[in-house]
């Protein structure tokens, strides 16, 4: 979906919002674990594009465009902020399922230690697998979302998946 200033710029943007806004906050929220930051994350890279587009700018993609924002205001969140565990996380109320019903139908044990493993790849890996497999975003929008090229972000992906497997297979 392209987006431009014009008289449509309002009515795009609205429909950009609707379609990408709980696929932002998820992105945000499964960096940070905090609904009301990533709710505040995802609503700024909301605002930050709006203002871009305002500003007579053009984009080309996007959904691209807003999880390039996001994961840049992860990033200055990140600078700020200390690494938590999964242990924390999870004792401060984190539930990843949510309200869904479907959870309870799930192996908690095996989706447990997958999430504490995805935890402890390095971040460029963690952050390729997030946005390809929970995000669903193809490599070249991964790319254009961190400023790499798409045969990075399928390196980052097939490594990263090397090494979870590795990290569930030991633990």
Request: net charge negative.
């Amino acid at each position: 979906m392209q987006i431009r200033a014009n008289d449509e710029a309002t009515t795009l943007f609205e429909q950009a919002y609707d379609e990408y806004a709980d696929a932002i906050f998820r992105h945000c929220y499964f960096h940070c674990f905090k609904r009301e930051e990533a709710k505040d994350m995802m609503q700024e890279a909301f605002v930050k594009t709006w203002e871009y587009i305002a500003d007579g700018n053009e984009i080309d993609n996007v959904r691209a465009f807003l999880y390039r924002v996001a994961t840049n205001l992860l990033i200055n969140a990140g600078r700020k902020k200390k690494q938590v565990s999964l242990d924390e996380l999870q004792e401060q109320g984190f539930d990843p399922a949510g309200d869904d019903d479907t959870w309870q139908n799930r192996d908690v044990i095996k989706e447990e230690k997958a999430m504490d493993a995805l935890q402890q790849l390095e971040e460029p890996y963690r952050e390729a697998i997030t946005m390809r497999y929970i995000e669903g975003l193809e490599p070249h929008e991964i790319a254009e979302a961190i400023g790499e090229s798409p045969n990075t972000v399928s390196v980052r992906v097939h490594r990263g998946l090397k090494q979870l497997k590795s990290l569930l297979h030991d633990g």
